[in-house]
Nanobody, 124 residues
């Protein structure tokens, strides 16, 4: 199974925007949910956002609600995270997980289906 690949990270000023992408093989994409997670230096990996297979149900951690938007294009086996109004607290390595279970707004990551991460650095 080919691991998902994230892209789109980079440096950005506070208040700016970035769009992350996560491309996965059809097999890794599967027919399950997908999710974004992030890990800041010295901190544990945390949940950011998730989306179900059809894309009509999403969930977000409270700190990004109203600023981030998760979406997916099943025809392209790709998931996105539009991040607006970025602040320093959003600085982290962002990881995608493909093919997990999305149930009632909770996402359960699939083992061994993580990307290598993409760095997002927000400067004030």
């Amino acid at each position: 199974q080919v691991q998902p690949v994230e892209s789109g990270g980079g440096p950005v000023q506070a208040g700016g925007s970035l769009r992350l992408s996560c491309a996965a093989s059809r097999r890794a994409f599967g027919n399950g949910g997908m999710g974004w997670f992030r890990q800041a230096p010295g901190k544990a990996r945390e949940f950011v956002a998730a989306i179900n297979w059809s894309g009509d149900s999403t969930s977000y951690t409270d700190s990004v609600k109203g600023r981030f938007t998760i979406s997916r294009d099943n025809a392209k086996n790709t998931m996105y995270l539009q991040m607006n109004s970025l602040n320093a607290a959003d600085t982290a390595v962002y990881y995608c997980n493909a093919g997990g279970t999305y149930y009632s707004g909770t996402y359960y990551p699939k083992l061994n289906s993580w990307g290598q991460g993409t760095q997002v650095t927000v400067s004030s």
